[in-house]
């Protein structure tokens, strides 16, 4: 490998497969009988408020719960970008994060107690997603085959919760064909807030980033992006109708079905600059792929 392959480039944050707290090891028996030690997903309930208001309980792997909360609140609509916050508490004893903000934000009569569940059907949508998306219209930005292409690479082959133990989703940001920074959670939802969450902390900017995401591309995964002012979307996996048709009203590139050489535009397709030969890309490899896993 070159000092410029991207798989030289260490993440700003990446995976952590193994740190203890993640996962949990337990034995069981595989189809034949035989005692087999797995180690298994963790999740755990985190409460985030706005100020004094209760907002939600998600379930997620407890990692980065600031950057959640921040994430979650920001493209819930709950967090106007002008907004000011000046503090984010994390009790990791009451499983809480409080984030405050310089204005007192009440949403007694259009949020009530629920819990988000880890279920990749049931992420929580409040009304203010669709209406934060109205006048969106995210930048022309080019987006280069050979960047996807080396994305892939790159992402597939990074040691990860989702290799080590499965039932886990991933979400990397990515600038040109550099992938940046790369979140996991029990839902994929969870993992887009987390990126958002860092991106508001931090200050990132956003119209020159590419998102990629292992989950499917729903009408929520196609709203949160657009939210956070990233023009490009690309998954392994497929699409929703609805989710096609508010990507292309926004002008947000959606690729999916991205293996090995192969992929799909259903929006932007005037954008993508085809400067690789596809025929020059090698498929996926079972060895890149977690053991016993079928396709998404």
């Known amino acids: ?62 990692d980065y719960p600031e950057y959640l909360a921040l994430g979650f609140l920001r493209n819930q609509g709950m967090l106007a970008p002008e907004e000011t916050v000046t503090g984010v508490d994390y009790d990791e004893e009451l ?25 990749c059907a049931v992420g929580t949508v409040f009304g203010d997603m669709m209406e934060g998306l109205q006048g969106v219209s995210l930048p022309p930005t080019p987006l280069r085959t050979s960047w996807l292409y080396a994305l892939a690479h790159q992402i597939n082959r990074t040691p990860s919760l989702y290799l080590e133990a499965g039932a886990i989703h991933g979400t990397v940001l990515c600038r040109q064909d550099r992938a940046l920074v790369y979140m996991e959670d029990v839902g994929r939802h969870n993992a887009v807030d987390k990126i958002a969450g860092w991106m508001l902390s931090e200050a990132v900017p956003a119209g020159d980033k590419i998102l990629y995401t292992t989950g499917r591309l729903t009408s929520e995964m196609v709203i949160k992006t657009a939210m956070m002012g990233i023009p490009v979307l690309a998954s392994r996996s497929g699409f929703t109708a609805w989710g096609v048709e508010i990507a292309r009203q926004v002008g947000l590139t959606l690729i999916g079905r991205m293996r090995g050489r192969r992929f799909v535009c259903l929006s932007g397709e005037e954008r993508l600059i085809r400067d690789a030969d596809p025929a020059a890309v090698s498929e996926d490899e079972p060895r890149h792929r977690r053991k016993g896993a079928a396709d998404d």
């Open 1 to 62: 490998m070159t000092a410029d392959d991207p798989l030289q480039v260490p993440f700003l944050i990446g995976p952590a497969p193994q740190d203890p707290r993640l996962t949990r090891p337990l034995r069981g028996r595989d189809h034949t009988g035989a005692e087999i030690d797995l180690r298994v997903v963790e999740e755990r309930p985190l409460t985030i408020f706005l100020n004094s208001q209760e907002i939600v309980t998600a379930m997620t792997i407890g």
């Open 95 to 119: 499983e809480t994060v409080v984030v405050r903000t310089a204005s007192q934000t009440t949403y007694e009569e259009k949020v009530r107690k629920k819990t988000r569940t880890s279920g």
